[in-house]
Every structure is written in C-alpha cells, then in structure tokens.
C-alpha cells in the first residue's frame, strides 16, 4: 500500500498520511479523509484511523488520514477546528502537490469517528470552504456539545476541549455543535451502535431529525447490539456500515 506522509502545516501534529490506490486512474480520483477520534485528547493518533484509510484506498480513493492538535498535544479549541478545516483544504493545495494521482476535489468525503465524528460534522457546516464535501459519515459523533454536563463521559473531555464551562460560554458551546449549525446542504449520515456507553445514541437521533426538519438530506443507522468501539473493529456492522455509507 502506497502511503505518503504530508505536512499541511509547521506544526509537528499537523500531517496526514495520503493513502493511494495501487494502480493510476485516467480520471481524478474520488477523496476520503478521516478523521480520528479519542474525545480531541492527545492520548490518541491518526494510528486509529489507518485501516479505514488502507480499506478506502483498496477501493479505489485516495484516502488522507489526518492529524490535527489536540488536547495535550499543542491545541485546544479554536486550534482543533482550524486544523482539521486546513487539512481538508489542503486537498486542492499541499496533498495535489505530492500525489502522483489527480485528486477530484469535487468528490471529498469525510468520515469521523466519535469526536472525530464531531469534526467531521462540524466541518459541513464551514461557510465558503476551499474544499466542501460531497458528504459526510458520523461515527457515533458528539454532535451536541451543549449536552455534555449531562454526560459524566464526555463533559470532562468537553471543558478540556472548549476551556470553559457551558455555563461560562454557551454561544461557544453552541458554535462548536454541528446541531446548532444547520442547514449545511451536505448529505450527512449518522451510524451508532445502540449499546454505546460513550456517546449516547441521542446524539446522532436529534442530530439527524433537526438536519431533515430544516431541509438538509440527513441518515440515520442505529446498529442493534453494538457499542462505541465497535467502529474499530474490523468486519463489526458498524464497520461495514461505515464502508458502504462512505463508498456508495
């Protein structure tokens, strides 16, 4: 597997690796990126986006798992949302320049995972980007962080993230929401295992109601008897959801 480490930016968590198919194609080549999760800590790498990666390239994309900073790792919130919105840009800029193939940037799918999922969303919502998606696949993504004090298993992650408290901030909260940034006009599908323990399958439900209510193309799959981690475990349904959502 062709895999090309990029740097779209000076800081040293600021890279992705471009993952290619083996043969060339004659037409641009469709775009995934991924986006990890591990509620934005610096504990956790793009390590556990790397077989999605290697899977999207075997089917033909060319597949960039990206890095950003992270709690830990040199950034907080807004630092977070300005790299993941740079290394999806980057794909007309820095990635086209070191790939030998030529990348459609017209057809640039994002998958996240959990916060990536977050992100992913989040990025949807981005006003007059370089690069906007095609579409987009929340993994069991927090997309409400205004509920986050309700939830003693990602509030702490969120005031890490955010730096304040809801309480303290909550146009912040609110802005950082891929809930409370709608309509986007990008398709966008939720998958959540219904046993998940982390993030509540509430999550991805009123996220995808709201996204239809105001007139966006919205999904949802709730995957009986699966939890978060599912997502990370080769051949799971959630596993093979997330494919098949991702290379329709």
Not at 175 to 183: F, G, K, N, V
């Amino acid at each position: 597997m062709n895999r090309i480490r990029i740097a779209y930016g000076e800081h040293s968590e600021q890279f992705g690796h471009l993952y290619l198919p083996e043969t060339a194609a004659s037409e641009p080549v469709p775009v995934v990126v991924v986006i990890h999760g591990g509620f934005w800590s610096g504990r956790y790498a793009l390590n556990l986006g790397t077989q999605y990666a290697i899977e999207f390239a075997r089917a033909g994309f060319a597949a960039w798992n990206i890095e950003y900073r992270r709690v830990g790792a040199g950034g907080t919130w807004p630092e977070v949302s300005r790299d993941v919105s740079d290394a999806v840009d980057a794909v007309g800029g820095v990635v086209q320049e070191n790939s030998p193939f030529r990348l459609d940037r017209g057809d640039v799918r994002i998958v996240g995972h959990s916060a990536g999922g977050q992100l992913a969303v989040w990025l949807a919502g981005r006003e007059e980007p370089d690069i906007r998606p095609s579409r987009v696949v929340s993994q069991a993504g927090v997309l409400d962080l205004t509920v986050g004090p309700s939830n003693k298993s990602v509030n702490p992650a969120v005031q890490a993230l955010l730096g304040v408290s809801y309480e303290q901030a909550p146009e912040l909260y609110r802005s950082a929401s891929p809930l409370h940034r709608l309509p986007t006009g990008i398709p966008v599908h939720c998958i959540h295992g219904a046993a998940d323990a982390q993030v509540a399958v509430s999550h991805s439900e009123r996220y995808v109601e709201a996204a239809v209510e105001a007139g966006d193309d919205a999904r949802l799959s709730i995957v009986d008897g699966e939890d978060h981690f599912a997502f990370l475990q080769p051949g799971s349904e959630c596993w093979k959801q997330t494919l098949a959502a991702v290379l329709e």
